[in-house]
């Protein structure tokens, strides 16, 4: 069974620049996470998707931060603008949906912003 | 709010013998679910072992075992015959029952001397 798969795995950008975070969850999980995880820190949850729509995104900062999962598939993570303190670890996970199964976690894109 | 503290930053032990790390949490509720997440360097994140709060048996998978006290909030992890593929941080997670999502502790660097 393939993983959850994250592209890019590095990003390197200016302040104030945008950048997409991209993810595929494993083929028939429903719940799908976005996660930051800064250096030295435990991942935070930012947004959490069941099939197509949001459960939670009480902590993703929605003045900067986007995200979508068109056809509850595939998810998309964006930062616009960015700044310093985006720099850190933008971890993907999945899981098949029912209560409290196991989280999938992907290999994670490391954003850092000059 | 729930908040999950791992009071070792890093700990180190030698090859083939004993190590516990520790983790505490705070909840108000009774239904619930722990987790050990271990997340070498520079790979993705690997579930360890998890406990579900009704459960009063301690849940072992081969090597790692847990000491869950449930009066104490106390949910430490043991690994034994510790080999070097064990090197790496390792993060405690608690999940409420019936919300997926979960809240992460700092983690614990764990480092193995050969």
């Known amino acids: 069974e393939a993983g959850v798969a994250q592209s890019p795995r590095y990003k390197i950008i200016e302040k104030r620049q945008s950048v997409a975070f991209w993810c595929n969850p494993i083929?028939?999980?429903?719940?799908l996470y976005w996660y930051q995880q800064i250096l030295g820190q435990g991942p935070k949850l930012l947004i959490q998707f069941q099939n197509n729509g949001v459960v939670d995104d009480s902590q993703l900062p929605k003045d900067r931060f986007s995200a979508e999962r068109l056809k509850g598939v595939d998810s998309t993570l964006k930062i616009q603008p960015a700044k310093l303190e985006d720099s850190a670890v933008y971890l993907c996970a999945s899981s098949p949906g029912r209560l409290q199964e196991t989280q999938y976690f992907g290999p994670g894109t490391r954003l850092l912003v000059l | 709010a729930q908040t999950v503290t791992q009071s070792q930053p890093e700990m180190s032990v030698q090859e083939a013998e004993t190590v516990t790390l520790s983790c505490t949490y705070d909840?108000?509720?009774?239904?619930?679910?722990l987790f050990w997440y271990k997340q070498p360097p520079s790979r993705q994140m690997i579930l360890v072992i998890r406990?579900?709060?009704?459960?009063?048996q301690n849940a072992t998978e081969n090597r790692f075992s847990v000491n869950f006290q449930k009066a104490a909030k106390s949910f430490s992890l043991k690994i034994s015959d510790s080999q070097l593929g064990d090197a790496a941080m390792y993060f405690c997670?608690?999940?409420?029952?019936?919300?997926?999502?979960?809240?992460f502790g700092t983690g614990t660097r764990l480092t193995i001397i050969p």
């Open positions: 083929s028939g999980h429903a719940t």
């Open positions: 997670a608690y999940g409420l029952f019936g919300n997926e999502k979960l809240t």
């Open positions: 406990q579900e709060a009704y459960k009063q």
């Open positions: 909840t108000s509720e009774s239904d619930y679910y």
